[in-house]
């Protein structure tokens, strides 16, 4: 009988190697159960799987779908968050992106991340991220660091933001330093 690891194997192979629609085919058919899939049911890992799949091929309303589907089925974790969240903001709607942060229970820095890069990259506010993140207790890290470097306009900016990775003990790597040079 065909495990979830199984199930997610081939989800995650269809993925690299087909088109959209027969990882999505998959999901549904597993989903469905007997006697179509004779199988464990989709898992959170099959759902993301094919969450990231709707994720990179561009289709955002697919994306919605998927994630709301999988949050009224409890197997919503932070990585689906964190794929709604960007593809969320890939539409430019930094409103709703705050409004999925708002339903998790537990987000990490992958998480913030991810909404720095989506606001800043998409010219919107982002500060309330940093601030959020500190009264979460969330620490940066030296993709946060890197995020906020590409996203200030002058060099002051830049160093400023510099400094602040310092205080906050951020390992300035070297790809860090060439954001800064950036």
């Given amino acids: 009988v065909p495990t979830a690891f199984t199930l997610n194997s081939l989800l995650a192979a269809r993925a690299r190697a087909a088109p959209l629609p027969s990882v999505i085919s998959l999901l549904r058919r597993a989903d469905g159960g007997a006697p179509r899939w004779p199988g464990a ?13 709707a994720a990179r091929a561009g289709e955002h309303a697919l994306v919605e779908s998927l994630f709301d589907e999988q949050s009224a089925r409890g197997l919503a974790d932070t990585q689906a968050h964190n794929v709604a969240i960007r593809s969320t903001l890939a539409l430019g709607n930094g409103t709703a ?85 950036e």
């Fill in 41 to 53: 049911p989709p898992d959170a890992v099959s759902w993301n799987t094919a969450l990231g799949a």
């Fill in 97 to 181: 992106a705050r409004a999925l942060l708002r339903r998790m229970e537990s987000p990490d820095v992958v998480t913030y991340n991810t909404l720095l890069d989506g606001l800043a990259r998409g010219g919107g506010e982002y500060g309330w991220v940093l601030s959020e993140m500190a009264s979460k207790r969330v620490r940066p890290d030296g993709y946060t660091l890197c995020s906020l470097l590409r996203a200030q306009d002058s060099v002051s900016e830049a160093l400023r933001v510099w400094a602040w990775g310092n205080k906050q003990g951020i390992r300035r790597d070297a790809r860090a330093w060439h954001h800064l040079v």
